[in-house]
Nanobody, 121 residues
C-alpha cells in the first residue's frame, strides 16, 4: 500500500502565503505524477496543480501566477507554494499521486486525507 500525508495547512490572511507538503511512503516502485486538488464547502473537488515525474507542470487558471508546484523525487514529496492567497482559496487541499507499486504493474491513484487552508479577508 501507499500512504500520502499532507502538512502545512492553516489559517492565513488574504495576501499571505502557505506551503503545503505531501510525502508518499509505502510500496513505491515509481511515482508517475503528483498533484494537488482542493474542495471548498459545497463545491466539487477540483484540480489545482500537477507535476509529472519529468517535472512538467500544469495549473488551474484560478491559481496560475500565484501557486507553484514542485517535487523532490528523492524524498517522494510534492510541495505547493501558495502566494497572494485569496479567501476563495479556502478549501481542504488533497494530495494525489499516480503510483506504480511493482515492475510491470499498472499505476494506481492514491489520495491523502487532506489539509485545511483557510484564508481570511
Amino acid at each position: 500500500q501507499v500512504q500520502l500525508v499532507e502538512s502545512g495547512g492553516g489559517l492565513v490572511q488574504a495576501g499571505g502565503s502557505l506551503r503545503l507538503s505531501c510525502a508518499a511512503s509505502g510500496s513505491i516502485f515509481r511515482i508517475n505524477f503528483m498533484g494537488w486538488y482542493r474542495q471548498a464547502p459545497g463545491k466539487q473537488r477540483e484540480s489545482v496543480a500537477t507535476i509529472t515525474s519529468g517535472g512538467s507542470t500544469s495549473y488551474a487558471d484560478s491559481v496560475k501566477g500565484r501557486f507553484t508546484i514542485s517535487r523532490d523525487n528523492a524524498k517522494n514529496t510534492v510541495y505547493l507554494q501558495m502566494n497572494s492567497l485569496k479567501p476563495e482559496d479556502t478549501a481542504v487541499y488533497y494530495c494525489n499521486a499516480g503510483v506504480t507499486t511493482g515492475w510491470g504493474m499498472n499505476g494506481m491513484d492514491y489520495w491523502g486525507k487532506g489539509t485545511l487552508v483557510t484564508v481570511s479577508s
